[in-house]
């Protein structure tokens, strides 16, 4: 079982990244799948959230109308799209996902999103 992220980077405020998660390994339109976070001395906290087949989808408070999440299952891919960005979005990010059938939760080893002047 692997989850790969990418994407991450450094962006000035009010810029634009998108992550990818390639999964491999298990049955994806099997999993939901969640992007988490975690700052500097902080816990790690739940970004958003997409069905296994993608018919719904939910967002923290500090995240939406400017991160989309969004999956292809053709490509076992999750994406999480994220537009103005902000200084309080520098973390880790990482891809989890997480079986509908089963205790099955995997993680992926994290990309680092960095939003500075």
């Known amino acids: 079982v692997q989850l790969v992220e990418s994407g991450g980077g450094l962006v000035q405020p009010g810029g634009s990244l998108r992550l990818s998660c390639a999964a491999s390994?298990?049955?994806?339109?099997?999993?939901?799948m969640m992007w988490y976070r975690q700052a500097p001395g902080k816990e790690r906290e739940l970004v958003a959230t997409i069905s296994n087949v993608g018919y719904s989808t939910n967002y923290a408070d500090a995240v939406k109308g400017r991160f989309t999440i969004s999956r292809d299952n053709a490509k076992n891919t999750v994406y999480l799209q994220m537009n103005s960005l902000k200084f309080e979005d520098t973390a880790v990010y990482y891809c989890?996902?997480?079986?509908?059938?089963?205790?099955?939760?995997?993680w992926g080893q994290g990309t680092q999103v960095t939003v500075s002047s």
């Open positions: 989890n996902a997480r079986s509908i059938w089963t205790r099955d939760d995997y």
């Open positions: 390994g298990f049955t994806f339109n099997n999993y939901h």
